[in-house]
């Protein structure tokens, strides 16, 4: 929008555009918002995309969003006046969901790099990151995952994410 480059200017080349027509590493259920919304339906899935394994809580979903706002303790609050937003609710749920996860995993490979986490877990504000890394060291779940901001994760892979995006009653987004 910024540039003033539209889906179709790349698609024909303009603009020093050249379009990605078909992606190769997510699940299409995970891509589709991003396709219908932003790529008005141009982008096509790879076949190696199509497996996602079965990971809990809901094993047949590649893509679980979860509403918290009517959950009574969900509130997005500012500590302090230096410190950005935070939501120890949704905390709480992200250390609940990690042992169902892990304990759901595919099997590594011998091959594979058993340092390198396979759950990233980020979040708009720093301050909500160590509210979630502070609650994963005392639940002994912290070598597991990955947590930062999205500026921090990228060039980074994981095999599943959970994006906290901190928002709930409690403060305007």
Do not use: W
Not at 130 to 156: D, N
Request: charged share 15%; aromatic share 4%.
């Amino acid at each position: 929008t910024y540039h003033r480059v539209t889906i179709e200017d790349a698609e024909k080349g303009k603009k020093g555009c050249v379009l990605l027509k078909e992606q190769r590493r997510t699940h299409p259920i995970i891509v589709a918002p991003l396709n219908h919304l932003m790529y008005k339906g141009v982008l096509t899935n790879h076949p190696q995309t199509l497996y996602a394994p079965p990971i809990a809580p809901l094993p047949a979903c590649p893509l679980l969003l979860v509403d918290t706002s009517k959950a009574q303790d969900s509130k997005t609050c500012k500590p302090s006046v230096g410190q950005a937003r935070t939501n120890v609710h949704h905390v709480q749920v992200v250390v609940a969901l990690v042992p169902q996860i892990l304990a759901t995993l595919p099997k590594l490979p011998s091959s594979a790099d058993l340092h390198r986490p396979r759950i990233g877990i980020l979040a708009p504000y720093r301050s909500q990151v160590q509210l979630i890394r502070q609650a994963l060291e005392k639940a002994g779940l912290a070598q597991y995952v990955h947590v930062g901001t999205v500026h921090t994760v990228q060039s980074l892979e994981f095999e599943v994410v959970i994006f906290d995006t901190v928002e709930a009653p409690g403060m305007q987004p």
